[in-house]
């Protein structure tokens, strides 16, 4: 089996990817996250991907590795990674009582064989109606400054959902496992 690598510098998607229990590092990939002009959000996510796991292909010619990226939209505008607090205060007040559409890409780069697998999983959520407080609270609390959209569902931010769907929540965190899983099965690695 050829070395598994997460390239990612997200301690979320590498706390994800420990689920499947399976032998890999982390290298994290230095590229420019910026969208290009007119890009649809989904298409980010998937460029991105790709560019991460070719990028520390680079360097790792032997492995296998594993590129994913995560864009959030409310109505088709995308949401970054808010940094600050202020900038996270503005963006949980314009999604509150809204659904936003988490952009999930996922890549599966082997750089042996040059094959590459990649596809983007969708997942929508829909936010409840919160009081200035209550989202000051949650962001002093989990500070998800490095959260597209500000939000982290697998910690306190679940109290700010209403709902949610899609066909995997790990997408939603970043990686999407169950798509992962038919990937590898694709390269002829059985998780379990």
């Not at 988490?102 to 042996?112: D, E, I, P």
């Not at 094959?115 to 962001?139: C, G, K, N, T, W």
């Amino acid at each position: 089996m050829h070395k598994l690598i997460l390239a990612s510098s997200s301690i979320y998607r590498r706390e994800l990817l420990e689920r499947l229990q399976m032998p890999f590092v982390v290298v994290s990939p230095e590229i420019d996250e910026t969208p290009h002009e007119g890009e649809r959000p989904e298409e980010t996510a998937l460029r991105l991907a790709q560019l991460k796991a070719r990028k520390v292909a680079e360097s790792h010619p032997d492995a296998l590795i594993i590129g994913c990226d995560q864009v959030a939209t409310l109505d088709g505008t995308q949401l970054g990674k808010p940094i600050t607090h202020e900038n996270a205060t503005r963006q949980l007040r314009m999604m509150q009582g809204r659904t936003v559409t988490f952009h999930s890409a996922l890549c599966l780069y082997n750089a042996v064989t040059g094959s590459m697998q990649a596809e983007v999983e969708p997942y929508e959520v829909s936010f409840r109606h919160l009081s200035d407080e209550q989202i000051d609270h949650y962001l002093r609390m989990e500070q998800p400054y490095h959260c597209a959209g500000s939000a982290k569902s697998e910690g306190l931010g679940i109290a700010l959902i209403e709902w949610m769907r899609g066909n995997d929540p790990n997408a939603l965190i970043g990686l999407p496992l169950i798509l992962l899983v038919s990937m590898l099965q694709n390269e002829g690695i059985s998780v379990i």
